[in-house]
């Protein structure tokens, strides 16, 4: 069993009705809660934390209860030193998701300070990116290339 955490960035928690033509109808709820559901059938713990809040984010981090993480680090993903910084500091390897995909849109959007880091990045898939980042996950424990 893998212990698996989510971790949400900044306005994540507006998912269903933010920019819904670029982010989608689904709420950040239904998307962990079908998460929670896969993650019971694959066999693997997980757990779920969102905030606004750079500091917050960095908190849960220090933790380390948690052995591989999925990171929707929203505007931060593109600004955060720090947040870079406490993802190579608790040494947990991670998938980078976005709903979006930012390479495509504004400049500003092109810089991403956590891409190099990740284990793997998968963007512009909508939801269904963090669908996609646990089967990832389980099939890279099955094959011994992160920790169960
Ligand atoms: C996002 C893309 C980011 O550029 C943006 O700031 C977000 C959401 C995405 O999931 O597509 O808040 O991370």
């Known amino acids: 069993m893998t212990r698996v955490l989510v971790l949400q960035g900044p306005n994540l928690n507006l ?4 920019q819904p033509e670029i982010y989608g109808r689904m709420t950040l709820d239904e998307i962990h809660a ?8 694959l066999g693997h713990a997980i757990d779920f934390f969102q ?3 750079e500091g917050a984010l960095i908190d849960r981090l220090h933790q380390r209860d948690f052995d591989v993480a999925i990171v929707n680090a ?9 947040l870079r910084d406490a993802l ?3 040494a947990r390897p991670f998938i ?6 930012p ?9 991403n300070l956590l891409h190099d880091i ?6 512009g898939q909508g939801p269904g990116g963090y669908t996609r980042a646990l089967e990832s996950i389980d099939r890279r424990v099955a094959a011994g290339e992160l920790p169960r």
Do not use: K, M, W, Y
């Open 15 to 18: 998912l269903g009705t933010r």
């Open 34 to 41: 079908g998460l929670a559901r896969q993650a019971r059938e």
């Open 51 to 53: 905030s606004n809040h």
């Open 74 to 82: 929203a505007g931060l993903t593109h600004t955060s030193v720090s």
């Open 88 to 90: 190579l500091a608790v």
């Open 96 to 101: 980078e998701v976005h709903l979006s995909d």
């Open 103 to 111: 390479s495509t849109r504004e400049p500003f959007r092109q810089v």
């Open 118 to 123: 990740a284990v793997e990045s998968i963007v």
